[in-house]
């Protein structure tokens, strides 16, 4: 019986290599009924059938002394494929010679088989080593198998922790009046530039992919701060502002206090990231203080990212800047002390970053767009000192400066009275609520008089 004959008794397909016909009919007519049989007369033949039906055969019985190519020129040729790793080879020869026996071992033949052959014993031996190597690809697949089950298993928890982390960060950023989607995009940002530029070089995929989930919860200490400071539309008090900036060291405390975030890839740039995402490249940040490279490029990205995004996107206290005017202020520093290098990498990449806005609906507002806060849309300044630009802190760390106007004339030579703490003209830095300055402006009234200015604050 060949491998073209179908015996319905027969499981799996065994291969006999030998160059005598009457040795391949004797080794057929054994396995009748229980294998099917395929032959062939050499070793060029065995190595031609076994390379076109690679997983074809359960076992291979190799004669040793064969013209052409020998029994154990087949296993050289054999041994680095792998095969005998999946299929059993019997090596059948009359000669039991230390040296042949050595060399098929280390090649890994599975067993001898001598001649002259023993019908039972070779049926037996046989038999065993075949349902051996069918035991082990069995176990083989239920290992695979249960181990893809924890892999999926544990991708199912991975991706309920993101959700439920994004849920939160987001249910923060609901609380202050912000779009959930504003979490969304930091983490994009963060992911985009870490992959895309120099920035990123020496971390893995992995890595970053944890960096740009941490950044989700960069704000999640604001949940530790009293509803009327937080959503508060006006300026803060000095007083109001040092609990505003506690978010940072609130948010890492909270983090380090949840023990199922420490089994998180995320869980050690999350806490990094909560405290020091307003820290300042020249050591003018908070909560401690850092200069430079004391500042890990993680929070440094995240801290980028979260200006770029409050400038270019609408808030309930200002239209969004125009993607021109935002980039100016990124690049001339009103908004804050950054890394020169983050941001030249930051610049090669915001093309990309405008693209990605685009795709989600949210562009940055282009020059002329009617919710496009400009040089001069902003707000009229006071009357008074119309030259000082006040530095204002607003809600959400992010320097925004609103120009101020020309002054109106003064209807009377009546004299001012003097500017208060956190009027337009005091040139003292007011708190506000986002925890970094940026020039307010100021508000006019039609008598000429001066006043102080507007009380409408930042809320980002």
Known sequence: MTADTHDEGAHGCVLVVDDEEINRLILENLFTGIYEVDHASDGREALDRIAARPDGYIAVLLDVMMPVVDGIEVLRRLQPTGFMDRVPVFLITAERGDSVMEEAYRLGVMDFIGKPIVPYAVIRRVQSVVELFEARKRLSLTVEDQRLQLLERAQHIIELNRGMIEALSAAIEFRDGESGDHVQRIHDITKLVLTRTRLGDGLTAEDIDDIALAAIMHDVGKIAIPDAIL??????????????????????????????????????????????????????????????????????????????????????????????????????????????????????????????????????????????????????????????????????????????????????????????????????????????????????????????????????
Not at 423 to 438: M, Q
């Open 231 to 460: 959503c508060k539309p006006g300026r803060l008090t000095a007083e109001e502002f040092e609990v505003m900036k506690t978010h940072t060291v609130q948010g890492a405390e909270l983090l380090e206090r949840i023990p199922q975030m420490r089994g998180i890839g995320a869980y050690r740039y999350a806490i990094d990231i909560a405290r020091h995402h307003h820290e300042r490249w020249d050591g003018r940040g908070y909560p401690d203080g850092l200069a430079g490279d004391q500042i890990s490029i993680w929070a440094q990205v995240v801290s980028l990212a979260d200006v770029y995004d409050a400038l270019t996107s609408k808030r309930v206290y200002k239209a969004a800047f125009t993607r021109e005017e935002s980039l100016r202020m990124i690049r001339d520093g009103e908004c804050g002390a950054f890394n020169p290098e983050l941001l030249d990498c930051f610049f090669e990449v915001e093309p990309q970053i405008c693209a990605m806005y685009e795709r989600g609906a949210a562009a940055p507002a282009a020059p002329g767009d009617a919710g496009a806060a400009t040089a001069s849309s902003v707000a009229p300044a006071a009357s008074g000192d119309a030259d000082a630009a006040t530095p204002v802190p607003g809600n959400d760390g992010a320097a925004r400066p609103a120009p101020v106007a020309p002054a109106a004339p003064v209807a009377s030579a009546a004299p001012v009275a003097p500017a208060a703490p956190g009027d337009a003209g005091d040139a003292t830095p007011v708190p506000g609520n986002d925890g970094a300055s940026l020039p307010l402006p100021t508000a006019s009234n039609d008598a000429g008089a001066a006043t102080p200015a507007s009380t409408v604050g930042a809320t980002d």
